[in-house]
């Protein structure tokens, strides 16, 4: 397997405050990723750091190229970050959310259109409605959907699973690896949900306080006596 | 039908608060039957609808940039006026009306562009502060250049469109007016449509919107904030050169009054909202002109104090505007 996206010696700063001290982690083609760790460990400096909306320092490589520009280039690269928050523009319509997924590519999107439809039947009905009126599951759920318009290499989500019921997250989760499935896309997510992030990722960082502290494959992590002891909690 | 308004998208729009839809029938109701019984309010009403379109659209163009850069444009009035001497010079070198207006538009799109890359960018993102007063400081610049160019001496221009008048059984309309009205409303539909159905479009309101959020999905919002600057010096250009013909002559305050009355429009129709701007530039448009005749101390020299007496009141029972609304959201 090639590596998709490759960081290597990353560093991050919020004005004068560092969030990531020299993070290194590959991503290979067609993988799910996730970034474990706990508040304030820099797990969404480290997609910031990706998407370059936070200053950055170190390299950062994409498809083999160094990943250079501002954040509406990175995106125009195949990259579809889903920030904290869900990036969900309220005031505008489902439909135009989505429009807006696919704002970087040219042509006919009939078919993602319909595509999207097959994931996340119900958008349909709702395409009119204002999406800040969704409920927290469909905004998710929204995003995804947004994300997938972009028809990116890469996606980017950061805490999917913040505010939802349990069944919700099995069901964004689901999603998240149909599309790595069906569509074959890469997948980088971080959570602060170890167990289910664990049980989707084939390979798993854990960060603490700006830096890697762990890193391995999931199945090797979820055995490990530290995670268990301070993510999995047994 | 249905079908039709999924294939243009078209959103389910919200309605505003349903005491202001009330009042806005009411309004309509009182001015038709009112123009029914006099020939004399008929004539006002539709002479202010030709005033109001012209606020409205200034207005419109302080909201657009209001909405994407969040600063009220001080200078957007002197734009709109340099751009009516443009209109000027051209058709001084010998292009006919409508070509030199053409022509100027294109020109105030360029002119908006460069303005907002040369001035407005270096300070953008920094306080609001310091952009109002970079704009204000190009209020003051373009009409420096404007005297040193033009000088402040009046000057006259063509009338685009003759004084012949029509009548609508008893009424007489100003051909002025109403292409006045048509010209505006002509504008103001293209640029709606153009920010309801494009992809351009779109992606400007996203950019206007959550500026980080719409970077993320690639939209380049400096090159659209441009963009934003353009059109709105274009509205200003098309409000500055439907003001002229109203005013008979060119100088360089040409605008210093629409623009406060373009301000007070605004406000009133509640700055985030451009129907609402358009709403509040005729309604005070047909307010003024019926207070003129009615109201008898108000004459000409108490129009502006009272429009912006009514806008205080206004504001007093509803701080948001007309049409000025807090999103709906959940989390």
Redesign the interface.
Known sequence: MTALLELRDVHARYGPVNALHGVSLTVDEGEIVAVLGANGAGKTTTLRAISHTVHRDGEIRFAGNALRGGPEAVARLGVAHVPEGRGTFAELTVWENLRLGAYTRRGNLKDDFARVGSYFPWLDDRRHQQAGTLSGGEQQMLSLARAFMQRPRLLMLDEPSLGLAPLLVTEVFRIVQELNENEGVTVLVVEQNAHIALQLAQTAYVLEVGRVALSGPSTDLQQHESVRRSYLGY | MVELA?KL????R?LPGSPVLLLLIAACIFLTIGSLRSTIFAQLTVAGVATGVVFGSLALALVLIYRATEVINFAQGEMAMAMVYVAYQLMLWGLAYWEAFFLTLAIAFVFGVVTQQIFIRPVQGRSVIAVVIVTVGLFILIDGLVEWKWSANQRFMQAPFGNKIYHLGSVPIARQDLGTIVITLVSVTALWAFFRFT?LG??M??GA??P??????????NALLAVGWGLAAVLGAVAGLMTEPAEYVLQPTLMQPVLLYAFAAAVLGGLESPGGALVGGIALGIFLNLMGQYVHFVGSVLQLPVAFAALLLVLLVKPTGLFGHR?????
């Open positions: 999924r998208s078209l959103p389910q919200r992809k779109l992606g309101r996203a919107l959550r980080a959020a719409a970077r993320l999905v690639g939209v380049r919002t999103t709906v959201r959940k989390v």
